[in-house]
């Protein structure tokens, strides 16, 4: 007898909730048992294809199910690739992938997640339904067979056993059932073709069972005319073996056969995405390559999107055989987020992975995939903006991501699918939208960065700007700044900060009594600079501000908001400061100036208090913190006493 094992401590959880959580689907898990079985004979077919004179072909292959109510078994077997002991272990023993604490917290929100859909452990599945499993499998190339065997929870052992052909035999004993449920559904054979119907008829292999039938008894069939009797026919019960699926790959399919809970079926049970996907792009190609490609846009990102061990790629197949489960290169890094397959006849079968990365024809297919995907997108933006929105929300960043991080290579494909947050419209806007509606005059795109919309329509530099009916973008995502630093101009126009100095908004006439008053009142201004040296590089006066005193501009390329973003960047510590050059602007039209015009010659040591509380201030507005609270405190109550 072998020894048992338990199961891995997150396997035994995922198994806990598994079994005692109200599931609404129980079915599923014949789905997951095909699937299993189907992917392992396409990883024997695609190996025996590769060696060449294996001798075996596409018909050697298929899927075996068999019920029998008598002993409450049902029964899944293929004779795909199989495995070995260690391979049973290793397998069936612990989830493939895991995210167990994320399913955890998800588990919390969302009352009827499909754990499995998610996950992909769908072998544990079929402890919903079973209270014993028994695995018997040969791996391909060898002669031992192996048993896998448990009974639940407590965990399973591994022992040698007889097994003639290669493959692998799952031996399912159904649960009796209880008062709530009914497991018994599981051993009907018009339930089972039900499933399979629904859930794996596009399964490439035939799947097959035993079903008995009832049919006129041939000698009565066989009677001769004119001699009928006018007796009942004889029924006789026979047992005749039956193809269940339709075995049509839907990618092979026309497009107006499929409906669309066929396409969404199909990707939720492929890709164990619980989500309907947004859109489904279904095409083929003729001439320079020939392929299908049958593409889904998901509704939510995965929960490890956005984290480096997200693995991009989409299925590919050569001629109907899956030759790689994610192959990256067929994927654009900006449009990862897509998941799908490939199929075509243009590619050998004996590549391998790294020559395939060469392969002329592969990159031309990834060329047109990309076209059709940023085609597909368009056509969301302008003709299903809500929907459009949607998918923004999730992988937006990724767009603006790739933009940046190919130093804005391909503003061609991106630019136009990214989306802003603006102080005129609730929605996020587009730049060509922007373009659209500015005012002729116009000369730059403006932007401001900031928490929120609203926190930047506070901000004082805003005032001026909405009252000259001038959009302001607002930028709230980290990348946002430097990404429009890259790209410089859109058609023509430059991208700039309503923070930055030299904004010029000012009319010539504006500009021409700014210059007036800034010669008078010279000392005043040198007088406040010299009183915050070193922490702004000039004060100046500014006709941009309209019922506040003070703003904070900066001058040169680097931002405050670039400051904080990137003196909080891992590794920041230690290197020299990224400072940006700020440059305090005082209304020129404020009734602060007379005050500290005055104070100039009154009190001139006061006039450095008031300087660093305008620059306290403006700091605040900025969503800065101030730089000495205790200090600013003091000075607000000295002023109030
Ligand atoms: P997933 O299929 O999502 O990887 P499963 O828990 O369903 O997770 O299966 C775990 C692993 O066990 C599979 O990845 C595969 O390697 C192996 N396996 C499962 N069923 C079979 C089978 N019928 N034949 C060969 N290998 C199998």
């Known amino acids: 007898m072998s020894e048992k094992k338990p199961f891995q401590a997150e396997s035994q959880r995922m198994l806990d909730l598994m079994i005692h959580s109200i599931y609404t689907h129980k079915e599923i898990f014949l789905r997951e048992l095909i699937s299993n079985a189907s992917d392992a004979i396409d990883k024997r077919y695609y190996h025996a294809l590769q060696q060449g004179d294996s001798g075996l072909g596409r018909e050697h292959f298929g899927i075996t199910i068999a019920a029998d109510k008598d002993a409450r078994t049902l029964t899944v077997a293929d004779n795909g690739c199989g495995m070995n002991g260690e391979e049973l272990e290793s397998n069936l023993g612990t989830i493939a992938r895991s995210g167990s604490l994320q399913f955890k917290s998800e588990l919390e929100s969302a009352e009827e997640i499909d754990i499995i859909g998610q996950f992909g452990v769908g072998f544990y599945a079929a402890f919903m339904v079973a209270e014993e499993i028994t695995v018997r499998s040969r791996k391909a190339g060898e002669d031992q067979g192996w048993r896998w065997h448990s009974v639940g929870a407590d965990g399973f052992t591994v022992e040698p056993c007889e097994k003639d052909e290669t493959g692998t035999v799952i031996i399912l004993r159904i649960k009796d059932n209880t008062e709530e449920e009914n497991y018994d559904e599981f051993l009907e054979s018009y339930r089972i073709r039900e499933l399979i119907k629904r859930y794996s008829d596009y399964i490439r292999y035939p799947i097959r069972m035993d079903v008995e039938t009832s049919r006129p008894k041939e000698s009565a069939a066989d009677a001769p005319e004119g001699e009928d009797d006018g007796a009942e026919p004889e029924w006789e019960t026979v047992t005749e073996t039956q193809t269940l699926n339709s075995m049509s790959p839907l990618w092979r399919r026309n497009k107006n056969e499929v409906t669309q809970e066929e396409y969404e079926q199909f990707y939720q049970d492929t890709f164990h995405d619980m989500t ?345 507005m900025e969503g800065f913190p101030v730089e000495d609270p205790v200090a600013f405190s003091n000075m607000i109550c000295e002023l109030m006493v």
């Open 276 to 620: 309907a996907p947004l859109r489904v792009l279904h095409s083929s190609a003729e001439g320079t390559a020939t392929y299908q490609a049958l593409l889904f846009f998901p509704a939510k990102a995965p929960y490890n999107y956005y984290n480096k061990d997200f693995e991009k790629g989409l299925r590919l197949y050569a001629s109907g055989v899956m030759i790689m489960e994610a192959c990256k290169d067929l994927l654009p890094d900006c449009f990862s987020f897509v998941r799908g397959l490939v199929d075509s006849q243009d590619l050998s079968l004996n590549i391998s992975r790294e020559m395939l990365q060469h392969d002329r024809q592969l990159k031309i297919i990834a060329k047109h995939i990309e076209k059709k995907i940023k085609s597909e997108l368009k056509a969301m933006l302008d003709d299903e903006r809500e929907k459009y929105n949607e998918f923004y929300q999730s992988f937006g960043l990724q767009l603006k991501y790739s933009l940046y991080a190919g130093y804005g290579m391909q503003r061609d494909l991106l630019l136009d699918l990214l989306l802003f947050r603006s102080t005129k419209e609730e929605q996020q806007v587009t730049l060509a939208e922007y373009l659209g509606r500015m005012p002729e005059e116009q000369t730059a795109i403006y932007y401001a960065c900031g928490e929120s919309t609203e926190q930047i329509r506070r901000l004082p530099q805003s005032e001026r700007l909405e009252e000259k009916g001038i959009e302001i973008l607002c930028l709230t995502d980290d990348i946002d700044e430097f990404l429009l630093k890259i790209l410089h101009e859109y058609e023509g126009k430059e991208f700039r900060s309503i923070s930055d100095a030299g904004l010029e908004l000012e009319s010539e006439e504006e500009k021409k009594s700014l210059e007036q008053q800034a010669e008078t009142k010279k000392p005043l201004l040198e007088a406040m600079k010299e009183a915050l040296a070193g922490k702004v590089d000039d004060v100046c006066l500014t006709a941009r501000l309209k019922s506040h005193p003070v703003c904070l501009a900066t001058q040169g390329g680097v931002t405050l908001e670039m400051e904080r973003i990137l003196s909080a960047q891992p590794g920041a510590a230690g290197q020299p400061p990224v400072k940006a050059s700020r440059v305090l602007e005082l209304n020129a039209t404020h009734p602060i100036m007379e005050r500290l015009t005055a104070l100039q010659t009154e009190n001139p040591a006061k006039v450095k208090d008031y300087a660093s509380l305008l620059y306290s201030q403006a700091l605040l």
